[in-house]
């Protein structure tokens, strides 16, 4: 956390923007969290311990936090952003359920043979890839099944 807030610090200061109590406030709430949020769970989780801080300055602080690379924002098929904690996390890439909007986390090292082989190939200097696949998983696939099955006209 020390190291993060040594970076955000170095941001705020390169753009000349004031260091508030509320901006590290947001940043300590993100990484102490685990998974994927968005806006809405993490201006709740602030209110709900006493944490003063508009959903503005929520907003702001997270556009900061990606544009340093602080957390990283992604957009899993819904209109709605979520964010995730990235500052000394490994690449992971993401299945997503379109069906309960689950987001399940993966790594698998082929996946940055693959990116790199295409940047040589290409002469490209890849800085980040993303990669979500979207699927229904096995739980929304019961329920569809045991739905199916419940209505099926007995014999």
Same mark, same amino acid.
């Given at each position: ?39 809405? =769970? ?5 209110? =709900? ?107």
């Amino acid at each position: 956390m020390e190291e993060v807030r040594k970076l955000f610090t170095a941001h705020l200061e390169n753009k000349g923007l004031r260091k508030t109590g509320e901006r590290y406030a947001i940043l300590e709430e993100i990484y102490a969290r685990s998974g994927h949020f968005d806006v809405d =769970e993490l201006y709740a989780g602030m209110k =709900e311990r006493g944490l003063q801080v508009s959903r503005a300055t929520v907003y702001n602080t997270l556009d900061l936090l990606v544009e340093q690379g602080l957390v990283s924002k992604h957009q899993f098929g819904r209109n709605l952003a979520q964010y995730e904690k990235s500052y000394g996390y490994r690449q992971h890439d993401h299945v997503i359920c379109t069906e309960c909007h689950k987001v399940v986390e993966f790594c698998d090292p082929r996946i940055h043979g693959i990116q790199t082989m295409v940047g040589e190939l290409l002469n490209f200097h890849i800085l980040h890839h993303s990669l979500n696949l979207y699927g229904i998983c096995g739980d929304c696939r019961a329920q569809a099944a045991a739905r199916s099955s419940a209505s099926a006209p007995s014999a």
